[in-house]
């Protein structure tokens, strides 16, 4: 009787032993799996796909929602008589972009100024990876748009939906070189067919080129400052300079910045003219907000 008891427990200890080396095993090889990725992609570049106008690298994740509203007031030059721009009204842009896996998304959005309708695609061709084997991250924006204010008290004929169209093709090189401190140029070319007179632009030829700056330097864990710099390769046009701050909160990310343009979608940042700065700062700020579209 003795023995069958001593047999029982000693068997039962040796089951016991076998699962202790099997589930460490497993835990181990989990350990491994996860040592295993080396290139890991570098997170949060920037802290959304917008900072201040400029589009980012920053990608959506697959089946996700970006809405952004942005806006820029009048010159703060008013004084406080005119609440420093605020009273003059805004140019208000909505947008939405919608991802439809991890490297391409596609949006559409809306400009007050000359009621301008925007659809853009971006496509991630590289991202940086924490261990440097890719440096950089690489996006390419492509953006077509059409400009539907009423022309009817114009003496001669209205700009026909060609006229009114207008182009708009970036390439977006980041690199995030340290916990607090990512760069992007965005080299941009913008084409009209028919820059008329009457638009809300500075500019009368139908292409530009610009070599867009970003920049962050991150000041906590959800705050940052930000800059934007866009100076126009191929005219006299006054460059865009930018100064602000995200936050991030509660799920959004606010944008609060100084910028010397009113103009917010791609193709009249580059034609839309700019004011000098210091002297021509606008207040503008943008909300950004990701929803997830997954059905569970």
């Keep these: 009787m003795m023995e069958k008891i001593r047999n029982y427990y000693l068997d039962k200890c040796v089951l016991l032993f076998m699962g202790i080396l099997m589930f460490d095993g497993m835990a181990m090889a989990q350990l491994e799996r996860k040592l295993l990725d080396p290139d890991a992609e570098v997170e949060l570049i920037f802290h959304a796909p917008r900072q201040i106008n400029l589009l980012t690298v920053e990608p959506l994740e697959e089946k996700t929602l970006h809405f952004a509203i942005m806006h820029t007031f009048g010159p703060v030059s008013g004084g406080i008589r005119n609440l420093y721009g605020l009273d003059n009204g805004a140019n208000i842009q909505f947008s939405f972009e919608y991802a439809f896996d991890?490297?391409?998304?596609?949006?559409?959005?809306?400009?007050?100024?000359?009621?301008?309708?925007?659809?853009?695609?971006?496509?991630?061709?590289?991202?940086?990876?924490?261990?440097?084997?890719?440096?950089?991250?690489?996006?390419?924006?492509?953006?077509?748009?059409?400009?539907?204010?009423?022309?009817?008290?114009?003496?001669e004929e209205a700009p026909d939906f060609r006229e009114r169209s207008s182009y708009a093709v970036q390439l977006l090189l980041a690199r995030k070189f340290s916990n607090r401190v990512s760069v992007q140029l965005s080299p941009s070319l913008v084409y009209f067919q028919a820059p008329h007179p009457a638009y809300l632009i500075e500019g009368d030829q139908q292409l530009y080129l610009a070599l867009g700056f970003s920049g962050k330097y991150k000041l906590t864990g959800k705050s940052s400052l930000t800059l934007q710099w866009i100076p126009n390769l191929n005219n006299d046009l006054r460059s865009n300079v930018g100064v602000g701050i995200d936050i991030e909160a509660g799920g959004h990310v606010f944008q609060m910045y100084f910028v010397t343009s009113p103009a917010l979608n791609e193709q009249y940042l580059l034609a839309g003219g700019n004011g000098v700065p210091g002297e021509a700062f606008r207040l503008g700020f943008n909300v950004n907000r990701i929803f997830g579209t997954r059905s569970r």
């Design 102 to 155: 991890a490297n391409f998304s596609l949006g559409a959005s809306r400009s007050g100024r000359d009621k301008f309708y925007n659809l853009y695609g971006r496509y991630h061709l590289l991202k940086q990876t924490k261990t440097g084997s890719m440096p950089f991250s690489l996006s390419m924006v492509a953006a077509a748009g059409v400009n539907t204010s009423d022309y009817t008290f114009l003496q």
